[in-house]
């Protein structure tokens, strides 16, 4: 098993498509746990992927490509995941968006279906949304938490609007934030009045299962 994640694992890595998703079907089929695919096979994958963009060691087009596999690969392993038992009920609702002007949402993609791997109802509302839009749905979903990614140092004031538009809004009691993303910190965190700061997505997970108790 541990051989085909790693096949896995590389065939993110080097974009191969068909390879992935071949290996997907078998680690699948061979009985391997939905949840260590995920975690140990695609998330490990992208988050080394995105190691090596923050270091130069990769370029754009190979990550967008790369979380496209990603995404596909995630649709075979979703519906055995809620099968298992090692998905909890959905209990607890947690909405994603990446702020209006930021078009990135690997991160994102990652935090949404980790989070589901231990029973969040995860509404992802997608890239470059109005805060607006954030409010709406955190009126309309009532989430326990919003998480929200900026992969920009120029749309990260996003993320301060949004809080402080949950804040005028009357929903921050029974709201919390989260915030994530390249260039942000604790220090910005804690600047805007957020609930907490993940710099990855198994971090972001930990945080939400944190707050939520």
């Given at each position: 098993m541990d051989e085909l994640l790693a096949d896995l694992r590389q065939a993110i890595l080097t974009q191969d498509e068909n390879g992935a998703l071949e290996v997907t079907r078998s680690l699948l089929e061979s009985g391997e746990s939905p949840r260590a695919i995920l975690e140990s096979g695609l998330a490990e994958a992208m988050l080394e992927l995105g190691r090596r963009w923050k270091c130069g060691e990769a370029f754009l087009p190979e990550v967008v490509v790369a979380a496209d596999i990603f995404a596909r690969c995630s649709e075979l392993v979703e519906p055995a995941l809620l099968e298992s038992q090692e998905?909890?009920?959905?209990?607890?609702r947690l909405v994603l968006a990446t702020v209006q002007g930021d078009l990135h949402d690997l991160g994102k993609n990652i935090v949404g279906a980790m989070a589901k791997t231990v029973g969040f109802d995860v509404h992802d509302l997608g890239k470059n949304v109005p805060v607006d839009q954030i409010v709406d749905a955190a009126r309309e979903l009532k989430p326990c938490i919003v998480g929200l990614s900026a992969l920009l140092t120029t749309t990260m004031p996003q993320q301060k609007n949004a809080v402080a538009?949950?804040?005028?809004?009357?929903?921050?009691?029974?709201?919390?934030?989260?915030?994530?993303?390249?260039?942000?910190?604790?220090?910005?965190?804690?600047?805007?009045?957020?609930?907490?700061?993940?710099?990855?997505?198994?971090?972001?997970?930990?945080?939400a299962l944190f707050l939520i108790d």
């Open positions: 998905a909890r009920a959905p209990s607890f538009a949950l804040e005028d809004a009357g929903l921050r009691p029974e709201v919390k934030v989260i915030v994530g993303g390249a260039p942000v910190t604790q220090e910005w965190a804690d600047e805007i009045g957020a609930d907490g700061y993940a710099p990855d997505a198994a971090s972001a997970t930990e945080l």
